[in-house]
Every structure is written in C-alpha cells, then in structure tokens.
C-alpha cells in the first residue's frame, strides 16, 4: 500500500469526548507511520479542506495528543456545513480534489452526525466519480445519539449522565424549598426529533416522587391538558414537579413548542424556548411559582463529569476508523456494538454509509411509560450502562487542565478558495 497522508474533521455541535475520538485517530495513525504519513486537521471542519487552511498534528506533541482524550470541545475547529450533491456544486469536489492532492492525502476521517455521514459518503464516491482515490471513513459523533447502527453513539453518554446528574441535584434544591418557594422547574435538554437526552434525564428517578416526575419527549406529542393535569397532580402529591423537557417537544401536527422560525446550515428549523413556554403555562393556568433552566451547551461541553464509558468509546471509534482504512475500507463508519448478555459488554463492528446517512433512529415506544410521560425498565436498562465510569480530567488550582494546540498551519499550495 503507498503511504498516503490523512485529513481530519470535526462537524457539527461538539461534545464533550470528540476529542477522545481525535485521540484516537492521531494517535493509531502515529503508531502506523509506515502506511500514514502526516494527519492534517481541517481548521473549523470541512471548511479547512475547502480553504485549505490544514493544521499539522505532527507539530503537535505525545503528551498534547494524548490530552486531547480529556479535553472537551472541538479541539480543530467545528462547522455545521453540508455538501450539496456532485450534480449541484461540482465545483466544491473539484476543490477537495485538488486540496487532497496537492497535499497527498488519500486518509479522510469525518468526525460527527447524520448529515457529516452524508458528507462523508460523498467523499467516499468521489473515486468513482472524479477518478481519485480516496478512503473516506465516518467517525460516530452526536449527542442527540440518532445515527442508525450504532447501539449508541459517542458523545451521548456524557450528556445523558450531566443531565441525569443536573436534574437530580435541581430536584433536591426544588424539594426542599417548596413548602414557600418554587412548585415547578423545568430543565430544556436539546433532542430535535428524538427524545435519548429527555430520556437520560429519567435514570435520576429510583422511587416514587423523584425528579423528574415528567419528562417530555419529542416522539410523544404535547398535549396541554393532560400536561398541566401531571403538574397539578405531582404538586399536590409530592410538594412539587421537576420537568426534563426536550426542545423538540411537538404538538400532534408535528409543530414545534419553540420554534424559532429560523433554520441553521443543515437546513434545520432552530429550537429553543421550551422551558419558557411551558413555565407560562404553568403561571397562566395553575399559578405556580416556577424556575426554568436551559442546559444549552453545558450539557455537551461538561467534560468534568464525562461518562468513562463514552470516553472510552469515543477513542475506540477514533482508533477503528483508522485500521479500517489501513485495511483498505471506504464509505462505513465503525459501530458500538452491545453483547446480548446481563453484563454490559460491547465491541466495534461497521455500517455502510449508504444506510447511515440521513437516518434519524428515534426513541423506540417501548422505551417510554404508557402515559408518555416517563421512561421504561427496558430504557433504563439500556441507558445505565452508558454513563458509567468517571474519567476525571486533571486539576490545577482547582480548575481542570485541557489541551492547548499549536495549531501550526500547512503552507499553502494553491489559490484560494472563492
């Protein structure tokens, strides 16, 4: 095989163990430096490619690389951009192509969701349909953890154990105060069309009258009525209600509780405003004191409370990705898979992109309660595992220490990018 060199990309919204993930990448790619030459990572995503702005991760050292594992963020540089088809924009393909192979790079590695699958399949056929080889493999990365496939995917296992953890300490401080105080709070998690962070959010729930007492799901439509009813009821049951509400709750005609009326790169509608409008309609229609929080990009930056099992993995599919391009694979992203036994056991395994991209997998019904209001054993049994372990950062004056990059730029070859 002729040594080729590699590019490296984050896209879309970060979390907190893609760097695990870059980690990974680097670090195996190091470790087969007869077959891959330098790893260049794109500045701000697929952006870097096209403006040809590559920072060298050789100027990087071990011990930076390695801190990587442990820093939140996206340490190159993420973007939300979405390659329109060959037919629409071949001008973008030829770009790449150029880049690539005025930089000698045969390796690409694109770390992120459904629509960076998307872009990383087209990648992929760019061998066949521009005459260049090139070895393009997805890396999983996404909070919302919807990629298909995948038992579950690198990212959500932190957010699911930052908000599991957040909505079980705010309920503790809510419980304690509502006899002249605060009835209600409602913490808005992110889930667009599925409902996994709401759904994490219920493991802070052992016994009865734990928070959350409702959470809200996205698969589920909101019915207002029978909501404020659940409200009313845990008030007067328990003293008070602890909500976990995803942004993409949604009435039965499928529009959103908060829609912004705005739409991001991807094209999608942008959300957020749930908590606030369920905290008015509580006011209006119950009169309860109430407080509402916006986890927002708290919940997928907390590295310091990080699952250690989705560091692990995080660095595992980073690691995959790389021997499945030494071994001459294209156009699949490496997999979590789960054994099907008592103790949690899992392994990698693969999938073609031509069935990732551009799927959504969502909350199966099974995995939430008949009234729709909470989630299952069968969820919990699935969610537990996945927010196990805790790998620490380490600390300096009491703050946690990440990595800082050089980020040293690779000159230049070509003209710029128009």
């Known amino acids: 095989m002729t040594r080729k060199n590699a590019f490296y990309a984050q896209s879309g919204g970060v979390t907190a163990v893609i760097n695990a993930s870059a980690c990974g990448v680097i670090e195996t790619a190091r470790a087969h430096s007869d077959k891959i030459g330098t790893v260049y990572a794109g500045n701000n995503g697929i952006i870097g490619a096209l403006r040809e702005e590559l920072i060298d991760t050789s100027a990087e050292s071990a011990d930076t690389i390695a801190a990587l594992r442990h820093t939140p963020s996206g340490a190159f540089g993420s973007c939300r951009y979405k390659l329109k088809s060959l037919e629409q924009n071949r001008a973008e393909y030829e770009r790449l192509i150029d880049v690539f192979k005025a930089h000698d790079i045969g390796y690409f590695f694109y770390n992120g969701g459904g629509d960076s699958a998307d872009t990383c399949l087209k990648i992929s056929q760019l061998s066949e349909t521009m005459g260049y080889p090139i070895q393009a493999i997805h890396i999983p990365k996404t909070v919302d953890n919807d990629l298909p496939f995948t038992d579950n995917c690198p990212g959500f296992g932190s957010v699911a154990k930052y908000v599991a953890v957040s909505i079980r300490e705010a309920g503790l401080d809510v419980a304690s105060m509502c006899?002249?105080?605060t009835k209600v709070f409602i913490m808005e998690v992110m889930g667009r069309h599925a409902g996994w962070i709401a759904a994490a959010g219920g493991l802070a729930a052992e016994v009865d009258g734990d928070a959350p007492q409702i959470i809200l799901f996205p698969e589920i439509a909101f019915d207002k009525a029978k909501f404020l009813?659940?409200?009313?009821?845990?008030?007067?049951?328990y003293g008070y209600c602890a909500i976990v509400a995803s942004e993409g709750a949604q009435y039965a005609d499928g529009s959103f509780l908060a829609d912004s009326g705005n739409v991001d790169a991807f094209g999608h509608k942008q959300l957020g405003g749930v908590?606030?409008?369920?905290?008015?309609m509580v006011k209006q229609e119950l009169g309860y004191k109430y407080h509402w929080a916006l986890a927002d990009y708290l919940q997928r930056a907390a590295r310091h409370i990080a699952s250690g099992t989705d560091v692990e993995q995080a660095y595992a599919v980073g690691k995959a990705a790389v021997e499945k391009a030494i071994e001459g694979k294209s156009g699949i992203m490496p997999t979590i898979e789960r054994a099907a036994s008592a103790e949690y056991r899992?392994?990698?395994g693969e999938a073609p992109l031509d069935q990732v991209a551009n799927v959504e997998r969502k909350m199966p019904r099974d995995y939430?309660?008949?009234?729709?209001f909470h989630i299952t054993d069968k969820a919990r049994d699935y969610l537990l595992p996945l927010i196990q372990g805790e790998d620490y950062p380490p600390y300096r004056d009491g703050m946690p220490v990440y990595a800082k990059l050089k980020k040293v730029m690779t000159p230049k070859k070509l003209a710029d990018w128009q």
């Open 229 to 237: 009813a659940r409200v009313d009821e845990c008030v007067k049951r």
């Open 346 to 348: 899992w392994s990698i």
């Open 275 to 280: 908590a606030p409008t369920l905290a008015s």
């Open 179 to 181: 006899e002249s105080s």
């Open 368 to 372: 939430i309660s008949e009234d729709g």
